[in-house]
């Protein structure tokens, strides 16, 4: 299966990855190979299998107590972004 | 010497914390830079230290990791450490906590002396994606030390750190353990939490270990396995001791080896050292036997859907708010620029890869037919472990590859995962040991796998190889 620079740019633009023409034509070369190796899959019989997005349904894992705990503070959480200032969070453009 | 005999030395105080952490700080600056294996060197490490010192002093227990130095990878949160992803994306991220696995070794005396470099968010088999260039693999720098986790392969090679934390999603531990000549853990999905631990594939992702000995991991792996509330996916089950309970025999077990596994693309010194490790069990008294199990053919392509399905989902999260760059006020642009221009290639092409694969129109044809069959494979694997105990095989179909000689084949370095990934397919432990030479005179992987939550077998067979020559 051929992927295009075409519709490479679409799954680009989905994933918001802006990437120049150069760009586009190596990875449609390079990814095409890869999308065409994992389009076998379609020759196993899964007729009798249904869908499970992990090993395991962790029935037993989920459900714990809800003790509270001390939370992390605003100011380490939102340590690593940019937009910030003293006594906020983050700044925003204005919400209409 | 051991960890639990280097650990028992500083708990008594005949050796020095401090001394130990010098020495391996030393060497993480000259041998670890030389090797590019590290990202961050913690030369506060030696504080570390000699609060081990000090509590050894004051009559006090550090525990059983005491005063042990060790490495992290660089896709491991430690907290107010610097943690890059080993990607120029979060080349200045700033861990606001540390990972459970983190917070554990350290609760057992560990001293953590860097992080190490591996592949952009783990993603590669070589350590060649990195943002901060490829580490060399130490027994012969034209070489890669394999990936993703490259310079904790590196490091632990060179001596640097008695242990390694890496991370394992489709073999990311166990094929650099076998490229450096080193024993390499992958455990249950569910045994180790992965809170903290910066996201690849969440339903793949797993904590593991790379040390000199099967007796020096199974010791860590007791420090890392066990419930955390903060891990919703990890089982609360006691956690054996494993190092104390090794076995040396491996009479009556029973080891099946899928025959699919030493089809084309297999070197032939590396299936040669295979087999010659596998006839050490037969004459030890294991039945060793060749299985049909065709649905391994797949493995690769189920995993290639899959894996980056859910990266391009946690990839999401670096928009320029929370972390990563900032460079235009716009928030859209902002996000499309940063991303095209931060993004090492191979983050664009698993994100790309996985946008595709669920994308509308290909969601059935990929995604979810992966998933089936991801479903499929998992039974047949469970079929197999109703009559044996362990599968064997090769870590790797070859030895470590030259720099640059696969970068240009993706298919190619993608398929060197063929033996690995499907241990993270399904769940299942695995681990890699040393078992001689191949081509090049570069070391040769034996991989273990065993049913989920079996490690004690996966360990008692690792060791008696490496204790039995």
Known sequence: MNVTPAELKKIADLARIELNDAELERFSAELSPIIDYAAQLREVDTSDISYASHVDDFNDTVLQEDVPV?????????????????GSTFITGNIQ | MTISETAAKIRSGELKAVDLAAEHL????????ELNAFITVIDQAIERA??????????????VLAGIPCTVKDVIMTKDIRTTASSRLLENFIAPYSATAVERIEAAGAVIIGKTNSDPFAFGGSGENSGFGPALNPLDRERVPGGSSSG????????????ALGTDTGGSVRQPSAFVGVTGFKPTYGRNSRYGLIAMASSFDTVGVLGNSVEDVALVEEVLAGKDSNDATTYDMPVPAYSRDLKESVSGLRIA????YFSEGI???????????????????ATVERVSLPILKYAIAMYYVLVPSEISSNMARYDGVRFGHKDFADYDE????????YMEDEVKRRVMIGTYALSAGYADQFYNTAL????????????????????????????AFKLGELVNNLLQMYLSDIYTVTANLTGCPAISIPCGMGAGDMPVGLQLMAKRFDEQTLFNAAHFYQTSR
């Not at chain 1, 001390?70 to 003293?86: A, G, V």
């Not at chain 2, 000699?50 to 009559?59: F, H, L, T």
Request: aromatic share 4%; charged share 35%.
């Open chain 1, 70 to 86: 001390d939370p992390m503070l605003p100011e380490d959480t939102f340590k690593n972004s940019h937009n910030r200032k003293k």
């Open chain 2, 26 to 33: 030393k060497a993480a600056h000259t041998t670890g830079k």
């Open chain 2, 50 to 63: 000699k609060q081990i010192d000090e509590m050894v002093a004051r009559g006090e227990d550090p525990g």
């Open chain 2, 152 to 163: 904790a392969a590196a490091a632990q090679a060179a001596g640097i750190g008695m242990f």
């Open chain 2, 257 to 260: 080896v899928p025959e699919e």
């Open chain 2, 267 to 285: 070197e032939p010194l590396v299936e040669q050292r295979v087999e010659e490790a596998l006839e050490k069990y037969r004459k030890a008294g």
């Open chain 2, 334 to 341: 902002n996000l499309r620029k940063t991303r095209g221009a």
């Open chain 2, 372 to 399: 089936k069959v991801r479903v499929k494979l998992t039974k047949e694997i469970e079929t197999v472990f109703k009559s044996y105990d362990l599968i064997a095989g090769p870590t790797a179909p070859s030895v």
